[in-house]
């Protein structure tokens, strides 16, 4: 069954990023209801990893590097590093051995944007963690329409077309990057 199709279940939290229950995911985005989602930076030589997201939620913009959020399996929520390495599997076959290191919690930011070419929304608390990989990963074109290696200069330039087509939740990471 395709990812996107499968009915999944998220932690809806309070804003002080308190589980209060689950959410099924779609309609926590299309009731605009604050859950609990991350994004990975994942760096390869000095520049970042950026990934054109396809995605029925913000679709054709660009991602640092890849944004989900943890599951419930089995009536338990994941924990964030399993729904973590899910995503790097899932987005960009990457396991635990293509990585220099294990993701490093940098922060969490709450953030609440609406999507202008969907029904959906995000409302947000969304950790940001960070790692490196050996070797330049390709994407899973199922996720994405391709990726960018950027430095960090590149990322923050303004006056690039690129600066102006992330999603909404980079722009709150530039201070982690």
């Not at 940001?128 to 391709?146: N, Q």
């Not at 200069?153 to 990057?177: D, G, R």
Request: charged share 25%; glycine share 2%.
């Amino acid at each position: 069954m395709d990812y996107f199709n499968k009915t999944l279940y998220i932690p809806q939290v309070d804003r002080k990023d308190n589980v209060i229950g689950q959410v099924e995911r779609w309609k926590a985005h299309e009731d605009v209801i604050l859950h609990r989602g991350f994004t990975i930076i994942i760096g390869f030589q000095d520049k970042i990893i950026i990934q054109h997201r396809r995605h029925p939620v913000f679709d054709d913009v660009y991602d640092i590097t890849c944004s989900s959020h943890p599951i419930y399996v089995k009536n338990k929520l994941q924990p964030m590093i399993d729904a973590i390495y899910l995503t790097l599997k899932r987005e960009w076959n990457l396991s635990k051995n293509d990585l220099l290191h294990e993701p490093k919690f940098l922060a969490k930011n709450y953030y609440k944007s609406k999507d202008k070419n969907s029904q959906y929304s995000e409302h947000e608390v969304c950790y940001v963690y960070k790692t490196e990989v050996k070797s330049l990963p390709l994407p899973d074109l199922k996720y994405a329409y391709g990726s960018s290696l950027l430095t960090r200069e590149q990322i923050l330039n303004k006056k690039t077309s690129i600066y102006k087509q992330f999603a909404p939740w980079v722009y709150k990471m530039f201070s982690l990057i």
